[in-house]
Nanobody, 124 residues
Framework: QVQLVESGGGLVQAGGSLRLSCAAS????????MGWFRQAPGKEREFVAA????????YYAGSVKGRFTISRDNAKITVYLQMNKLKPEDTAVYYC?????????????????WGQGTQVTVSS
């Protein structure tokens, strides 16, 4: 069982930046591909980004590519999402997830574990 705890959400103006963190509970963290999803009010949860077990391969949704960066620190059992040039349409609850590798499948397959989510609100 892997527990995931997100932090770093908040309120930011359009064009600003936020960095989300997700701390894992288990050293088996490095066995999982890690990802971020988000869910806006009235919409389905959608894939945002994923990173491979080693951290050297990343994947992004088209809507965030070039603005968001996913990374992980296996020594700290933490995954990050750096969000730059934020837009009001990025407003959502952001969820950290751990999935069975490879990371390339995280956009199409339900992860094994979810965090509780952290709210990101971007004002115009």
């Amino acid at each position: 069982q892997v527990q995931l705890v997100e932090s770093g959400g908040g309120l930011v103006q359009a064009g600003g930046s936020l960095r989300l963190s997700c701390a894992a509970s288990e050293r088996t963290f490095r066995s999982y591909a890690m990802g971020w999803f988000r869910q806006a009010p009235g919409k389905e949860r959608e894939f945002v980004a994923a990173v491979s077990q080693s951290g050297d391969i990343t994947y992004y949704a088209g809507s965030v590519k070039g603005r968001f960066t996913i990374s992980r620190d296996n020594a700290k059992i933490t995954v990050y999402l750096q969000m730059n040039k934020l837009k009001p349409e990025d407003t959502a609850v952001y969820y950290c997830s751990a999935g069975i590798p490879p990371a390339a499948t995280m956009s199409t397959r339900a992860p094994a574990y979810w965090g509780q989510g952290t709210q990101v609100t971007v004002s115009s």
